[in-house]
């Protein structure tokens, strides 16, 4: 599935599980395939995961215009993923967030029901990761 962000760039994702939303952000160098490796398992029977490519990553647009990766068009390309499936709550969970773009921090700007979290590669909600990394 593909989304158009705030200025055009269309953005890929996938839905999978069902349950509370929690939109899965990939790392600088990863894409949505990155949270295969034991996450989706793990979580899909509690969660409606929504693996997103930022843009420039996976199957997403990589406009060659430097000024598209500002965070502030991360954070819409995330918003109209959102709007697009029509979810108004959730958690969210950034890759390695060391060397991850600051999107989820930023994400502050969202609804007050979207609570905005961000881990390292262990445990999510109680439920213990088997990373193979």
Do not use: C, N
Not at 35 to 40: A, F, Q
Not at 82 to 95: A, M, N, P, S, W
Not at 122 to 132: E, L, S, T
């Amino acid at each position: 599935m593909q989304v158009t962000g705030g200025d055009g760039v269309q953005i890929a994702l996938e839905t999978v599980g069902s349950g509370l939303p929690l939109v899965l952000l990939h790392g600088f160098f990863g894409d949505r395939t990155t949270w295969r490796s034991g996450y989706v398992d793990a979580l899909a029977d509690s969660h409606r995961l929504v693996l997103i490519d930022g843009r420039g990553h996976g199957g997403s647009d990589a406009p060659h215009d430097v000024d598209s990766y500002r965070i502030d068009r991360q954070v819409e390309d995330v918003t109209a993923v959102l709007d697009e499936l029509g979810l108004v709550g959730g958690h969210f969970l950034q890759d390695h967030p060391r060397h991850s773009d600051p999107v989820v921090p930023r994400l502050t700007q969202l609804p007050d029901d979207v609570r905005t979290r961000s881990f390292g590669r262990q445990k999510v909600h109680g439920v213990r990761i088997k990373d193979d990394h």
